[in-house]
C-alpha cells in the first residue's frame, strides 16, 4: 500500500513538465545560452522541491495499492493507444502535420532547418523532444525505419505517463480513498465534455456529424468550439497533456513561487493553452492574496512570493529565450524582428475597439455565444458554484470561459479551442471532487436536485468523447487493420512553400536563429 499527495508526487510533476525545456535547451542552443538555461532549470528545480508548498485546503493523503496504481497505469496506456498515440490504431486529421513533425524531430540535426526554404520549424515541439531523443539514438543505432516506429512507440510512452500522472493528481485532489472512487474519478477524466449532442439535435447537423468520416460532435457550432478532454488527446495531445499537469500544479501550489517555471513548461508545449493558464495563475494569486491578507501576513511575504528567486530566474533567462523561439512562427506574423510572411499577423476579427463595444456585443450574441457557453461549461459552473462562491478562480474560469471565443487568431478558431484547455480542464476537476464527494456520502442520504443534475449533465456530455473512441473502432474495423497511420508525408521539408502554422520564413535572419540557437545546417 502506497500513499499519495502532492508533497510525494510534485518531484514527478515537475520533472515531467521540466525535461522538454531542458532537453530543448541541450538540443537547440548555442553551448553558452544552454549552459545558462540548464542551470537556471536546475536551480528553480531544485527550489520548487525545497519545501511542500502545497494549498493547505489540498494536503490530502489517500492510499492506493499496487494493483490499482498498475491497473489505472494500464488504463492510461489503452486510453492513449485508443487516440492514436502510437501510431498502431486510427488517427485524426491533425496526426497529417503532427507526424511529420515528429518525424522531423527524431531523424533531422536541431534546430531543425529547411535549406530549399530557408526556413526552419517553429512550432509548439515541446511534447515530442523527450520521447525524441532514444529514437534517436535507434535510429542511429538501427535506421530510420526502426527508429520511426520506436519513436511512436516512446511518444506513447510518454503520453501514458503524463496521463497517469494527471490521474493520481486527480486521486489526491478529489480525496478518492477507495479503489472505486478512484476508477470512478479516471472514468469522468475520460468521458467529460459540453452538452455537444444537445448542439447537434438543436442544429440538426447530427446528419453531417454522425457519417463514417466525420464522427465529431463538436462541430455542431458554426462559430465556436470547445473540445472534451479525449478529443483534445485525439486530436492535440502535444497542447493538451502537459498543460494539464501544469495546470493541477498552479491548482495544488499555495503561492506563485514556482509559477514562472509552470508557466515556461506550458509555453514550449501550447502557447495558447498558456494564455489560458495564465488566467487562472493570476485569479489563484489573487484568492491567495486575499487569504494571507485575513491572516494578516505582511506584504512583503506577498512580494517574496511574487518576485522569488525561482521566478527572477526563469523572467530573466528561460522565458525571453523561449518566448523569442514561440514568436518566429509564421502565424505570429513571420517572427520577430525578421521578415514577415505573407500570411497576415495577430488579428482580432471578432473583438473590436472599445467605442465598437457594442456591435461587437451585438454580433457576439448573435452568433449564439449563451446557447454555446451554456452546453459547454455553463450548467456544470451553475451547478458548483455554490462550492466555490468564494474563489476568485471560479469566477475567473467562468468569465474566461466565455469571453475566449470572442478573440480570433490566425486563419482559424484555434484560440477559442486551445486558450480553453485549461478552463475547460480545471471545470472537470471540479465536478470529479462533487462526484467524489457525493458517492462518499450524499448516496447513503439520497440524491438531491443538484447532484442529479451533475449527473445527468456529465451522462449526456459523455456523447461526445464516446463518438471520438467510437470512430477509431469503425475505422479498424472498416479498415480490417489496427495499421491506420496517418502519414502522406513524413516530412514537412515536402510541402510547397513555407507552412503557416508550423515554420518560420527566412529563418537565417530571425532573431532566435541568428543569435540564440545553433547555427543552421
Known sequence: MFELSYSKLKKYCYAYISLPVLTFAIGYLRWYWMLIAVAAIAITFFFSQKEANV?????????????????????????THLCGLNGFWYQTGDWVARNPIYHDIITYKWPIYYADKNSALAYYIGFWLVPAVPAKIVTAIFGANIGWIAGKIFLWLWGSIGIYLIFLMLFVFCKCESAKRKILAVVVFIFFSGLDVVGVWYTQT????????????????????????TTCVCWVFNQSIIPWVCTFLVLFEKDCKNYLLIGVSCLLCGPIPFVGL?????AREIDAIILAKKEEVKWKKIFSSIFSLPN????????????????????????MYGDTADSPAITATSFYML????????????????????????????LIWSFHKKEVIFYAVAISLFFIPAIHIGVSNDFCMRASIPGVFVTMVWCNEQISKLVKTRLKKGLNLRMTALLLALMIGAFTPSVELFRGFYHVVKEKT?????????????????????????????????YFAKKLK
Open 55 to 79: 494549498d493547505r485546503c489540498r494536503t490530502n493523503t489517500v492510499c492506493i495499492n499496487k494493483k490499482t496504481m498498475a491497473f489505472v497505469f494500464l488504463i492510461a496506456l489503452i486510453y
Open 206 to 229: 447530427r446528419g453531417y456529424l454522425l457519417q463514417p468520416d466525420v464522427l465529431h460532435l463538436e462541430w455542431w457550432h458554426t462559430y465556436y468550439q470547445y473540445s472534451s478532454l
Open 278 to 282: 495564465v488566467i487562472i495563475m493570476f
Open 312 to 335: 527572477m530566474i526563469i523572467i530573466c533567462t528561460v522565458l525571453p529565450i523561449i518566448g523569442c523561439y514561440m514568436l518566429t512562427n509564421n502565424a505570429t506574423g513571420g517572427g
Open 355 to 382: 467605442h465598437q463595444m457594442s456591435s461587437f456585443l451585438r454580433t457576439y450574441i448573435q452568433h449564439g455565444i449563451f446557447g454555446f457557453y451554456m452546453l459547454e461549461v455553463g450548467i456544470y459552473l451553475l
Open 482 to 514: 489496427i495499421f491506420l497511420e496517418n502519414m502522406p508525408n513524413e516530412t514537412l521539408d515536402v510541402v510547397d512553400g513555407v507552412s503557416y502554422n508550423f515554420e518560420t520564413s527566412n529563418a537565417s535572419e530571425q532573431l532566435f536563429f541568428k
